[in-house]
C-alpha cells in the first residue's frame, strides 16, 4: 500500500512537472488522455464494480459536454457570469439529472437486456441530436471560447492541461474515496449477488440507479472537460464509436481493478495518438490488441500487473527472469511480423501503389523497418514467417515454463497466459 | 511515416542556392478523414492537394525551401479534428487544407479562428476545399477562411438554369434531400427560385442522413407525385443508393444532382443515368489534355469528384504564393491571405477569384449530362459528363450573407 | 393505393432481407446465450467473399461459396475464441465479439480499399419481372425475398422436423441432458455457430449484388439487425421473421408519411400549440424513421423484454 502510495504520488509529480518541457501537441494529447481516463474510471464504477455492461456511456458524457457549450456561450456573451474553472459542475449536475432518469428505466433489466437498453438510449439521443438545431447546433454543432477566469486567460493549451488534471484528479479521488465507503462496499455486492441486498433489506432497484447516475455524472464531467478543451460539441459525441472506445479502454486495461480502465485508457489514447500519425491501420492494431487481452488476459493489463504485485513475494523472480525475457523477445518477433505484413499490405493494396504500377509497369520496392522490400521477392514473405513462427514456437515455451514458474506458488490466479500461444496465432493475423 | 513531401533533389538542379540564413520552409497540413467511414473522400482531397503542392516543390518550393506538407488523420470526427489541429499547429502548420465534412470544416474554421485570435503573431490560414455548409461562409466566417467549394444555391441556380434552358426542368419540380444543414441549404434554394424558373414544387422530403439502406419506397413516392424532374444534393451513398433504387424501377425521369460525379453513381443507376444533370466546379472534358494526363500519370486516375474542386483551391493559393516574397526570412502569413484576396487563377474554364466580402471563391459552374460518346467515361461504363454550359461564376454565385461581419488585420 | 401496394412489396421484400440477416443472430443467441456483436460482419465478410469469387468464377459459385467461407470463419472464432472466455460469461464473450467487429472492418479496408466495391447480379437476373403502374419491378428484389423464404422454411423444417434439429433443440434447452445422452453438445454449438455464420454469409451475397459492397455495410446494418432480434424475441425465429416484416413494412411506408408530434397534438385540438414549439415537435416522421427503430426496441425492452414471441426469461 505504502508504495502504490509513492507510485502515485511519483506519477502524479511526474505530470505536473513534464507537460511544460512538451510541445502543444502531446500536452493536448496529455488532455485527451486524462478525459478518457476520467470518463473510464467513472464507465467502470457501472460496469466494474456495479456490474451492468452499458453500451450507451457516450450519452452522458455527450450531455455533461453541451451543457458546459451552452454555459460557455451564455459566459462569452456576457448573459450569466460563471468562473470557467468550475464549468464540469454544470456538466456534472445535469448528467447526473439525465443519468438518474435513463438509469431509473435502463436498470429495470439486467444482463444483455440492460447493455440493449443502454444501447437504445444513446443511438436514440444520437439519431435525433441532428435534428434539434438549438439544442445541439445541428451536424456542425456548438462553439464557444474559454473566458480568462481566477487571473488565467485559458489561451494556452498548458492553463488547460492543469485545468484538466486538477479536476481529473479530484474526481478519480472521489470516485476511489467512493469504492471504500459503505455504499461502495453494496455497489461491489450489486455485481456479486443482488439477492443478497434484498435480502439484507436493500432496494436494490434503488441502489443500481444511485450507481448509474454517479457514473454518468463523473462522465458528464468527462464530457465537460472535454467541451472546454475543444470549445466545441458536436452531436457526433453520442456516436457508438464513443460508447465503444470507453469500453475498449476500460476492459484493455482490465474492469476488475479500480485502477485497471485509468490505465487501459491512457495506454491506448496515447497508443492511438502516436500511431494514428503513423499507419492508417491503427484501428486494426487496436482491435487486435483488445482481442488478444480479452483471450489471454482477461482481467485486462491492470489485472496482470495486480498478479504480479500480490505474488511478489511468492514468486521465484530470479527464476523467472529467463522465461520473462524470452518471451518479450518472442512477443516482439510475433508483433513485429504482424506489423511488417499489415504495413506491407497497406502499401502495396494502396490505390498510390496501384497507380505507380500501372504508370510505370514494374512493381517499385517499398520501405518498411527502414529498408527496401521487393514485392515479388521470396525473402518479403519468407520474413515475416521467419519470425512469426519461431516466435510462436517460443512463446509457447515460455508461457509454459512461466505457468510452471507461477504454479509452484499458486493454483488460482493467471492461469489464462500460460495457455496464449497456440490462439495468438489467430489474433496474430 | 509522416509524409513530409521535399524534393531538395528538384531544388538544386535549378540551381537555387539556399540563403545563409536558414529559410522558414512553408509548411501545410492536410486534416483529413484518412481512416473511418469518409476515408474515400479524405483521400482525394489529400491526393490532389499533394499534386498541387509537388508541382510548386518540382519549379523551386517557396521561400527558397521547399514546401511541407504533412497528413493528419482525423478519423472522420470532430474531436479527432480538434486533436490533429492542435498537432498541426504545435508543428508549426501555416495553413490547414481540409475538406471531407462540413461538420469537420466547422471544428477547424473555429480552432482556426480561435488560435488566430490567441496568437495574432502565428496565424494559420484554413483552406476549405469541400466543406459546403453556408454557415461557414456566414456566421463562422473570418479573415483567415478560403472557402473553394460552393454551397447550396450557388450550384443549384446554374443547374436549374441550364436545366430550364434544355427543355428538362418541366413545371413538376421533386426535391429530396438529407435532412442536416447541407440537404435543408438544398431544400431552400430548390423552393426559392421557383418563381425564377416558372416551377411549382410538387413535393419536398428530407430524409435521415446515410442510414437509409433501401431507396425504393422513396422511389415509390417520387414516382406517385409524377414530377418532370427531380433535384436531389445527396452525397455519398445517399445519392448512390438513390440512383440504384431508380435504376432499378426504370423510372425515367430526368435527375438534376449536384454529385453525380462521385465514384460509382453512373454505374449503379445504369441506362437510365443517361440525361441526368450534375452542376460542377469543373469538368475533366473541358479541361487540357496535358494536364489531365500529367494528373493520371502522378495518381493513377483522372481528377474526378471532388479533385478538380481541391486542384483549383490549391492552385489560387499556389498562384498567390508567387506574388508574395519574404526573401528567405520568417513567413508572414497575413501577407499570403491578403494576395490569396488578390489573385486570380486560371483553372482551365475561366477565372476564379476569392469574393473579399466573405472569403468564397468565386468560380465557374459546368453543368453537364450524362451522356454517352464523351472522351472519358466513367465507372467503366460506356456514359460519362458531357457539358452543356458553362455559367460565369459571377452569374452564379449569390450575395455574401449578412451574417459574415469579417475582421481584417491592421 | 398504387402507393400501398408498392411500399407494401417493398417493405415485406427488406423485412426479408433484414430476416436473413438476423435469422442467424438469435439462432446464436438461442442456443448459445452469445449475443454476436460481429454478426452484420459475417453478413459483409459474404458480400466481399461472394464479389471475389464471382470476378474469379461467376456469380453462382460466389453465392454458395461464399457462405461456406463464412462459415468456417464462424467455426474458427467459436472453436478457438469464444469456447475459450466462455468460463468469463457472456459478458466477457460479448465484448470479444465486439472486438473482433473493428478487426473484421480494418481487415475488408486493408484488403479491398475504402471505396464500394462494383459487386453486380448477373445480366441475366437484371430485368423486371412485372410493371406495376408504369414502374418496372425488378426481379432481383424478388429474388432476395424467395431466398430468404427458401432459408426460413429449410431452417424451420430442420429445426422441427429432423434428427438434427430435436438434438439441436435437445442441446439448447438441456445440454447436460444431452451430453449425458451421449451427444456431442460442443459440436453442436460449433455447427449451430457456423450456420448462423452462413445464413449471415448468404445474405450478404444476396444483398450485396443489390445494395453497394462498402466497409460500412456492417456498421450500417448492425445495429438494425439488433433491433430486429430484440423486438421478435430474443432466440425466436418466428418473432424474428415478424418483427423483421414489422420494420422493413414500417421503414417503407414512414417514407410516405407526413404525421409529426404535431399532428398528434391537433387531434386533441392542440395543434396550433404544437406548431408553434417547432424543433422536433414538427418533425415530419419520414425525416426521422430511422430513429423509430430504437424507439421500439427500447419500449420492447422495458414493457416486454421478451419480446413479441420470445418465452419469458
Redesign the interface.
Known amino acids: 500500500m505504502r508504495y502504490a502510495l509513492i507510485a502515485i504520488l511519483a506519477l502524479l509529480a511526474l505530470l505536473i512537472i513534464a507537460p511544460p518541457l512538451l510541445g502543444t501537441g502531446w500536452q493536448y494529447a496529455l488532455i485527451n488522455a486524462l478525459i478518457a481516463a476520467l470518463f473510464a474510471a467513472a464507465f467502470n464504477l457501472l460496469v466494474g464494480q456495479g456490474g451492468m455492461l452499458s453500451f450507451g456511456h457516450a450519452a452522458y458524457f455527450g450531455v455533461g459536454a453541451f451543457t458546459v457549450i451552452h454555459l460557455m456561450q451564455s459566459v462569452e456573451y456576457g448573459d450569466i457570469p460563471f468562473p470557467t474553472v468550475l464549468l464540469p459542475l454544470a456538466g456534472a449536475a445535469v448528467s447526473l439529472l439525465c443519468g438518474a432518469l435513463a438509469g431509473f428505466f435502463a436498470t429495470m433489466r439486467s444482463g444483455v437486456y440492460f447493455a440493449l437498453v443502454t444501447l437504445a438510449l444513446a443511438e436514440l439521443l444520437h439519431s435525433l441530436a441532428p435534428h434539434w438545431d438549438e439544442m445541439f447546433g445541428g451536424e456542425a454543432g456548438l462553439s464557444s471560447m474559454r473566458m480568462p477566469s481566477l487571473g488565467f486567460t485559458f489561451g494556452s493549451t498548458l492553463e488547460v492541461y492543469y485545468l484538466t488534471l486538477s479536476w481529473v484528479v479530484i474526481c478519480i479521488g472521489l470516485l476511489y474515496a467512493y469504492t471504500r465507503t459503505p455504499f461502495g462496499r453494496l455497489t461491489l455486492a450489486l455485481r456479486d449477488n443482488e439477492q443478497r441486498i434484498r435480502f439484507m433489506g436493500f432496494n436494490a432497484h434503488g441502489t443500481k440507479i444511485v450507481v448509474f447516475a454517479i457514473s454518468a455524472m463523473f462522465s458528464g464531467v468527462a464530457g465537460s472537460l472535454m467541451a472546454i478543451s475543444n470549445e466545441t460539441a458536436n452531436y457526433s459525441v453520442f456516436s457508438t464509436q464513443v460508447s465503444a472506445l470507453v469500453v475498449l479502454h476500460t476492459f484493455v486495461g482490465g474492469s476488475t481493478i479500480f485502477f485497471g480502465p485509468i490505465v487501459g485508457a491512457c495506454v491506448l489514447s496515447l497508443f492511438t495518438f502516436v500511431v494514428s500519425g503513423v499507419t492508417h491501420s491503427w484501428m486494426l492494431y487496436q482491435g487486435i490488441i483488445f482481442v488478444l487481452v480479452m483471450l489471454f488476459a482477461p482481467k485486462g493489463i491492470g489485472g496482470v500487473i495486480q498478479a504480479h504485485i500480490e505474488q511478489r513475494h511468492a514468486l521465484p523472480w530470479k527464476r523467472l527472469a529467463a522465461p520473462y525475457a524470452l518471451a518479450t523477445l518472442a512477443g516482439l518477433m510475433v508483433a513485429c511480423a504482424t506489423v511488417f505484413v499489415v504495413q506491407s499490405l497497406e502499401i502495396v493494396l494502396s490505390r498510390e501503389y496501384a497507380a505507380a504500377v500501372a504508370r510505370t509497369g514494374e512493381y517499385a520496392p517499398y520501405t518498411v523497418f527502414a529498408r527496401e522490400w521487393q514485392v515479388f521477392h521470396p525473402f518479403t514473405w519468407l520474413f515475416p514467417v521467419l519470425l512469426l513462427v519461431p516466435g510462436l514456437y517460443l512463446l509457447r515455451r515460455a508461457f509454459a515454463r512461466i505457468q510452471t514458474l507461477w504454479d509452484k506458488d499458486d493454483d488460482d490466479d493467471n492461469g489464462d497466459i500460460a495457455a496464449a500461444p497456440r490462439e495468438l496465432m489467430e489474433g496474430g493475423h | 511515416m509522416p509524409r513530409w513531401i521535399t524534393t531538395a533533389a528538384a531544388i538544386t538542379a535549378l540551381g537555387v542556392i539556399a540563403p545563409a540564413v536558414q529559410a522558414e520552409p512553408l509548411k501545410i497540413a492536410i486534416i483529413e478523414s484518412l481512416s473511418g467511414p469518409q476515408t474515400s473522400t479524405g483521400r482525394l482531397i489529400a491526393t490532389a492537394a499533394e499534386y498541387v503542392i509537388d508541382q510548386t516543390n518540382a519549379n523551386g518550393g517557396f521561400n527558397g525551401e521547399p514546401i511541407q506538407v504533412k497528413e493528419y488523420d482525423n478519423a472522420g470526427d470532430t474531436s479527432g479534428a480538434a486533436t490533429k489541429f492542435r498537432e498541426a499547429a504545435a508543428d508549426g502548420a501555416h495553413v490547414i487544407i481540409q475538406g471531407a465534412s462540413s461538420a469537420i470544416g466547422g471544428q477547424v474554421t473555429e480552432d482556426v479562428r480561435k488560435h488566430n485570435i490567441r496568437n495574432p503573431d502565428n496565424p494559420i490560414i484554413y483552406i476549405n476545399v469541400g466543406a459546403e455548409a453556408m454557415e461557414l461562409r456566414g456566421k463562422k466566417c473570418h479573415f483567415h477562411a478560403f472557402h473553394f467549394t460552393t454551397t447550396a444555391p450557388y450550384r443549384t441556380v446554374p443547374l436549374m438554369q441550364v436545366m430550364s434552358e434544355q427543355g428538362d426542368l418541366g413545371k413538376r419540380v421533386y426535391s429530396i434531400n438529407q435532412n442536416y444543414s447541407w440537404g435543408r441549404d438544398m431544400e431552400a434554394a430548390i423552393v426559392d427560385n421557383a418563381d425564377r424558373f416558372d416551377y411549382q414544387v410538387v413535393d419536398k422530403v428530407l430524409h435521415e442522413v446515410n442510414r437509409i439502406q433501401d431507396f425504393s419506397p422513396f422511389v415509390a413516392r417520387i414516382k406517385s407525385e409524377n414530377p418532370d424532374s427531380v433535384i436531389t444534393g445527396n452525397w455519398s451513398n445517399d445519392l448512390l443508393l438513390l440512383m440504384k433504387a431508380v435504376g432499378d424501377a426504370n423510372l425515367d425521369i430526368t435527375f438534376g444532382t449536384i454529385f453525380m460525379d462521385q465514384p460509382g453513381n453512373v454505374a449503379n443507376a445504369g441506362d437510365v443515368a443517361e440525361g441526368h444533370y450534375v452542376a460542377h466546379s469543373s469538368n475533366i472534358e473541358l479541361l487540357d489534355e496535358a494536364g489531365t494526363e500529367a494528373y493520371k500519370k502522378a495518381t493513377g486516375h483522372y481528377p474526378v469528384f471532388i479533385e478538380p474542386t481541391t486542384l483549383n483551391g490549391v492552385g489560387l493559393f499556389a498562384e498567390a504564393l508567387k506574388k508574395v516574397n519574404f526573401d528567405g526570412g520568417d513567413i508572414d502569413v497575413n501577407e499570403i491571405a491578403l494576395a490569396m484576396e488578390n489573385t486570380t487563377f486560371d483553372n482551365g474554364l475561366g477565372g476564379m477569384h476569392v469574393r473579399k466580402a466573405d472569403h468564397q471563391a468565386v468560380i465557374p459552374i459546368v453543368v453537364s449530362q450524362v451522356a454517352s460518346g464523351v472522351k472519358y467515361p466513367v465507372d467503366g461504363t460506356e456514359l460519362g459528363f458531357k457539358p452543356i454550359k458553362t455559367v460565369a461564376g459571377e452569374d452564379a454565385i449569390y450575395p455574401a450573407q449578412d451574417s459574415c461581419r469579417m475582421r481584417r488585420p491592421k | 393505393m398504387?402507393?400501398l401496394i408498392?411500399?407494401t412489396l417493398?417493405?415485406v421484400i427488406?423485412g426479408m432481407l433484414l430476416f436473413m440477416v438476423s435469422a442467424g443472430l438469435t439462432l446464436i443467441f438461442g442456443m448459445m446465450g452469445v449475443?454476436n456483436f460481429a454478426h452484420a460482419s459475417f453478413y459483409m465478410l459474404g458480400a466481399y467473399f461472394a464479389y471475389t469469387l464471382s470476378g474469379l468464377f461467376n456469380f453462382w459459385v460466389g453465392l454458395i461459396v461464399a457462405p461456406l467461407l463464412v462459415a468456417i470463419i464462424g467455426m474458427?472464432i467459436e472453436r478457438?475464441?469464444l469456447r475459450?472466455?466462455h468460463a468469463?460469461g457472456?459478458?466477457?464473450e460479448?465484448?470479444?465479439t465486439?472486438?473482433?467487429?473493428?478487426?473484421f472492418?480494418?481487415?475488408i479496408?486493408?484488403?479491398y480499399?475504402?471505396?464500394?466495391v462494383?459487386y453486380q447480379r448477373p445480366d441475366y437476373l437484371n430485368f423486371?419481372i412485372f410493371n406495376l403502374?408504369?414502374?418496372?419491378?425488378?426481379f432481383?428484389?424478388v429474388f432476395i425475398g424467395l431466398v430468404a423464404l427458401l432459408m426460413f422454411i429449410v431452417l424451420f423444417v430442420l429445426l422441427t422436423r429432423t434428427r438434427v434439429g430435436m438434438v439441436v433443440r435437445a442441446a439448447e434447452r438441456l445440454p447436460d441432458t444431452a451430453r449425458a445422452l451421449g451427444h456431442n453438445v460442443p459440436m453442436v454449438f460449433l455447427g449451430v455457430f457456423g450456420a448462423g455464420a452462413a445464413l449471415a454469409g448468404l445474405s450478404g451475397a444476396v444483398a450485396g449484388a443489390?445494395?453497394?459492397t462498402?466497409?460500412?455495410m456492417a456498421?450500417?446494418?448492425g445495429?438494425?439487425v439488433?433491433?430486429v432480434v430484440?423486438v421478435g424475441g430474443?432466440g425466436s425465429l418466428a418473432g424474428s421473421l415478424i418483427a423483421s416484416l414489422l420494420i422493413g413494412v414500417f421503414?417503407?411506408?414512414?417514407?410516405?408519411l407526413d404525421w409529426s408530434l404535431a399532428s398528434l397534438f391537433s387531434l386533441i385540438g392542440l395543434g396550433d400549440w404544437a406548431n408553434s414549439l417547432g424543433?422536433?415537435v414538427t418533425?415530419?416522421l419520414?425525416?426521422?424513421?430511422?430513429?423509430v427503430p430504437?424507439?421500439l426496441?427500447?419500449i420492447v425492452?422495458?414493457v416486454r423484454?421478451a419480446g413479441l414471441m420470445g418465452s419469458k426469461n
Open positions: 398504387e402507393f408498392v411500399s417493398n417493405g427488406y449475443l474458427f478457438y475464441m475459450r472466455v468469463h457472456h459478458a466477457h460479448l465484448l470479444l465486439f472486438g473482433l467487429v473493428f478487426i472492418e480494418e481487415l479496408k486493408l484488403f480499399g475504402d471505396f464500394p462494383n423486371a403502374f408504369g414502374t418496372d419491378y425488378p432481383y428484389r443489390f445494395f453497394p462498402n466497409p460500412n456498421l450500417e446494418l445495429v438494425i439488433f433491433v430484440v430474443l421503414s417503407s411506408f414512414a417514407v410516405g424543433g422536433l418533425m415530419p419520414s425525416s426521422i424513421s430511422a430513429t430504437f424507439l426496441m427500447l425492452l422495458l423484454p
